[in-house]
């Protein structure tokens, strides 16, 4: 707070909204759009640095008259921190250069991130106070405020994402904070999947298929992997060769582009990254789901 009323002596037109007490992240977005006077809108995590050029780029979507939110592009700060850093930062360039990109091509990003990202703010009071009374199975929905806010626009309107509006921010250097991100995430990634699940379809048919097959397979693949290291091995003496190649196969696909688009060492970090994933992270999504009504974020 001290560095935004700093802020504000330089720039006397910047209005500053301090609720005194902790009210959430939805109520601070909320509050800021009924007192902005523009028609977009541009969300900033507060570890996020934002790139010179990135507000120029992000508002540019917002010419065509449907497009009613834009994501940028997240780069890792300190990814050279320790392998963790490593690993999330060549996740995180595929998440967005990849994934976003892909679901760009049908105006229909998932979820728009809260590093930065921008919405037509006459787009967004239209479903405001849905969005700030949002309930999921009985339960006030207080994770995942990015996504949800993002599901509400997709329901009428396009979301795209730019590659040139770029910030820089922070992610977990211990494990533990990093699997208490993770868990956050898939709560909301589960109770928005689900939402979305009832109007996706409408959307472009490639990106309908793409978006269920990415709701699926997350749910069955830790079946799976206790299915080929557990199950046939032990009853049918079946190893879990072709599995093995397979993973293989992927991680190195997916590092490879990672490479190829960043040529430096850390692309390795993505075999390991997949390794995680398997391993764990996958495990975690039934967890979430199965807890997707606690909201508790698990910082203090």
């Known amino acids: 707070m001290e560095e935004i009323e700093r802020s504000k002596l330089r720039y006397p037109e910047l209005a500053v909204i301090d609720f005194k007490i902790n009210k959430g992240k939805r109520q601070a977005m909320a509050e800021g759009a009924r007192a902005a006077r523009g028609e977009i809108l541009v969300y900033i995590d507060s570890d996020s640095l934002i790139g010179r050029d990135s507000l ?18 997240a780069n890792v700060l300190n990814g050279d921190e320790n392998l963790l850093a490593r690993m999330q930062e060549v996740r995180y360039y595929l998440a967005f250069r990849v994934l976003k990109a892909a679901e760009h091509l049908f105006s229909a990003v998932s979820c728009c991130s809260g590093t930065l990202s921008a919405y037509r703010k006459s787009y967004l009071m239209e479903i405001l106070d849905k ?7 009985g339960a006030p929905a207080t994770l995942g405020d990015d996504r949800s806010l993002t599901n509400f626009i997709l ?25 208490k991100q993770q868990l956050r995430w898939k709560k909301s990634w589960f109770r928005e ?52 190649f397979g993973f293989c196969l992927m991680s190195l696909l997916y590092s490879f582009y990672y490479l190829l688009k960043r040529p430096n060492s850390k692309w390795i970090y993505g075999i390991y990254f997949c390794i995680v994933y398997m391993a764990v992270l996958s495990w975690q999504t039934y967890y979430a789901a199965l807890t997707c009504r606690r909201n508790h974020w698990g910082t203090r």
């Open 56 to 73: 120029k780029h992000i508002v540019q979507g917002f010419s065509q008259p449907k497009v009613g939110a834009v994501s940028g592009h």
């Open 131 to 137: 969005w700030l009374n949002q309930k999921f199975l």
């Open 155 to 179: 329901r009428k309107y396009r979301v795209l994402y730019d590659c040139r509006a770029a910030v820089e921010t922070v992610v977990p250097v211990t494990w533990k904070e990093f699997f």
């Open 193 to 244: 999947s689900i939402i979305a699940s009832g109007f996706i379809w409408r959307k472009h048919p490639v990106a309908s298929i793409s978006f269920y097959a990415a709701v699926l397979l997350p749910l069955i693949s830790p079946l799976i992997v206790f299915n080929t290291f557990i199950c046939r091995p032990l009853f049918f003496g079946q190893p879990p060769t072709h599995y093995l």
